[in-house]
Nanobody, 119 residues
C-alpha cells in the first residue's frame, strides 16, 4: 500500500501563486508515475499534470504554461507549482501515484487539498 499526504492548498487572489506538495509513504518502491488531479464542485475529477519516474511531464491544456510539476525521488515527494491562478482553478486537488507509467491506471489517491482562487 501507498499513502499520499498533500499540503499547501489555500486561498489566493487571481493572478497569484500556490505550491502544493505530496509526500508518499509505505510501499514507495512500487511507485512509477505520480501526478495531480482536481475536482471542482459539481464536476468530475480531471487530470492536471503527471510526471514519470524519469521526469517526463504531461499537462492538461488548461494549465500548460502556468503550472509546473516536479518530483524529488529522494524525498518521495511530488510538487505542483501553480502560477497565474484563475478562479476556474478553484477545486480540491488530489495527488495520485501509480505502479505503472500512466498515473491514471489504478492510482493511489491522497485525501485532497482545497485550492480557492478569488476574483
Amino acid at each position: 500500500q501507498v499513502q499520499l499526504v498533500e499540503s499547501g492548498g489555500g486561498l489566493v487572489q487571481a493572478g497569484g501563486s500556490l505550491s502544493l506538495s505530496c509526500v508518499a509513504s509505505g510501499s514507495i518502491f512500487s511507485i512509477n508515475a505520480m501526478g495531480w488531479f482536481r475536482q471542482a464542485p459539481g464536476k468530475q475529477r480531471e487530470f492536471v499534470a503527471s510526471i514519470s519516474s524519469g521526469g517526463t511531464t504531461k499537462y492538461a491544456d488548461s494549465v500548460k504554461g502556468r503550472f509546473t510539476i516536479s518530483r524529488d525521488n529522494a524525498k518521495n515527494t511530488v510538487y505542483l507549482q501553480m502560477n497565474s491562478l484563475k478562479p476556474e482553478d478553484t477545486a480540491v486537488y488530489y495527488c495520485a501515484a501509480s505502479r505503472t507509467a500512466l498515473v491514471i491506471i489504478s492510482p493511489y489517491w491522497g485525501q485532497g487539498t482545497q485550492v480557492t482562487v478569488s476574483s
